[in-house]
Structure formats: structure tokens, C-alpha cells
T-cell receptor, first 110, second 113 residues
Framework: AQRVTQPEKLLSVFKGAPVELKCNYS??????LFWYVQYSRQRLQLLLR??SRESIKGFTADLNKGETSFHLKKPFAQEEDSAMYYC????????????FGTGTRLTVIP | KAGVTQTPRYLIKTRGQQVTLSCSPI?????VSWYQQTPGQGLQFLFE???????NKGNFPGRFSGRQFSNSRSEMNVSTLELGDSALYLC????????????FGQGTRLTVV
């Protein structure tokens, strides 16, 4: 069975400080990993996916298969980064079938 | 292009009733998935439809069902509502092939009293 774990429910950092949101997963196959973000009063939207290896809004995430992790990082946090972040796993079958972690609420303190 | 549209946005129902929620995907998207979001359980996958066929199903009782029409619009139905069915129901659409982005709707907030 698949599982996504986000150990921190809440995370507060000061503006300009580095931020890391942790995500660990368990799945026996070759999953696709994603980070979704939900800003206040907005819909859930894709931030990053591991297969594209791109940087969005300064965020990066590297899939570490050995540690089964997909941590989200940004070197300098901005106030507009305050939001709810969800790590999600897709079983890689092509289906739109995401398993979400419980989410981390990031607050960037001015 | 228009995003994923869910109707209605809010719904209040009584225990034992049934409810139907609607989702219109982005034009050209053939996959529609449904998720339940609650404070206690978070985001949980209900089922996915692709080209009018259920392709995947989550771990929910049979009271939860869905369907997809030839224009890719989807509906989900919950029968014999229970208080615990109160949640935000999200719909997501995608092209339906591997690795493509899922776009979410604003959700329907269902309250069962």
C-alpha cells in the first residue's frame, strides 16, 4: 500500500530564512511525486512534480529513492509563501489518483 | 481557458438523504477524479473516471458512486447520508495520461445535519 507522511503540521520561519518541508513516502513501485499548494481562499494547485525537475517560485524538490523522500526546499522564504503545502504520490500508472499527505501549514513571519 | 467548475458550492442535507455533486472538467481533459477533504482524514481519493469508465477506486463504501458522461463531465452521488459525510468534495481533471497535472476545482462543501 502507498503512504505519504508529512511530519510537520505547522512550520514557521522568518522572511529570508531557508525553509524545508519534509515528505516521506512508501510505495513498492515507481511513484510520481508532487507538491501541491493551497493559498488562502484559493484552490489547490500544483507547485512541483519530480519528473519535470523544475524550480517554481524558488522552490525545488529532489526525489531521493534511497531515503524515500521528496522534501520541498527554498533558500529564502517570502511572506507570499505562507500557505498549506501537500505532498502527493501517484502510482505512476497514468491515472489521476493522488494519495496526499496530511499537509504542512507554512507561515512566513515578516 | 475555463478551469474546473464544481456545482453547487455549498449544500446542506439531512441524514438519510442522497446528494449529487457535479464537476465540469477543463475542455479536452478526459480524466476526472474525486477527493474528500476533512479536518480529521485530510484529502482522500474517492474514484477516478476516464473516458466514461471508472479507472480507479478508493476505499469508500458503496454509498459513494460516480459516473462520467461523454462530454467528460462527472457527477458523484452519495446515498443514505451520514453525519460523517460532511466534508469538502474536490474534483480534479487531467488529460489522463501519465505524469500530467491534475487541476482542482473549488470544491463543494457538503454539510449533513
Amino acid at each position: 500500500a502507498q503512504r505519504v507522511t508529512q511530519p510537520e503540521k505547522l512550520l514557521s520561519v522568518f522572511k529570508g530564512a531557508p525553509v524545508e518541508l519534509k515528505c516521506n513516502y512508501s510505495y513498492s513501485g515507481s511513484p510520481e511525486l508532487f507538491w501541491y499548494v493551497q493559498y488562502s481562499r484559493q484552490r489547490l494547485q500544483l507547485l512541483l512534480r519530480h519528473i519535470s525537475r523544475e524550480s517554481i517560485k524558488g522552490f525545488t524538490a529532489d526525489l531521493n529513492k534511497g531515503e524515500t523522500s521528496f522534501h520541498l526546499k527554498k533558500p529564502f522564504a517570502q511572506e507570499e509563501d505562507s500557505a498549506m503545502y501537500y505532498c502527493a504520490l501517484n502510482r505512476g500508472t497514468g491515472a489521476n489518483n493522488l494519495f496526499f499527505g496530511t499537509g504542512t501549514r507554512l507561515t512566513v513571519i515578516p | 481557458k475555463a478551469g474546473v467548475t464544481q456545482t453547487p458550492r455549498y449544500l446542506i442535507k439531512t441524514r438519510g438523504q442522497q446528494v449529487t455533486l457535479s464537476c465540469s472538467p477543463i475542455s479536452g481533459h478526459r480524466s476526472v477524479s474525486w477527493y474528500q477533504q476533512t479536518p480529521g482524514q485530510g484529502l482522500q481519493f474517492l474514484f477516478e473516471y476516464f473516458s466514461e469508465t471508472q479507472r480507479n477506486k478508493g476505499n469508500f463504501p458503496g454509498r459513494f458512486s460516480g459516473r462520467q458522461f461523454s462530454n467528460s463531465r462527472s457527477e458523484m452521488n452519495v446515498s443514505t447520508l451520514e453525519l460523517g459525510d460532511s466534508a469538502l468534495y474536490l474534483c480534479a481533471s487531467s488529460l489522463g495520461v501519465g505524469g500530467t497535472e491534475a487541476f482542482f476545482g473549488q470544491g463543494t462543501r457538503l454539510t449533513v445535519v
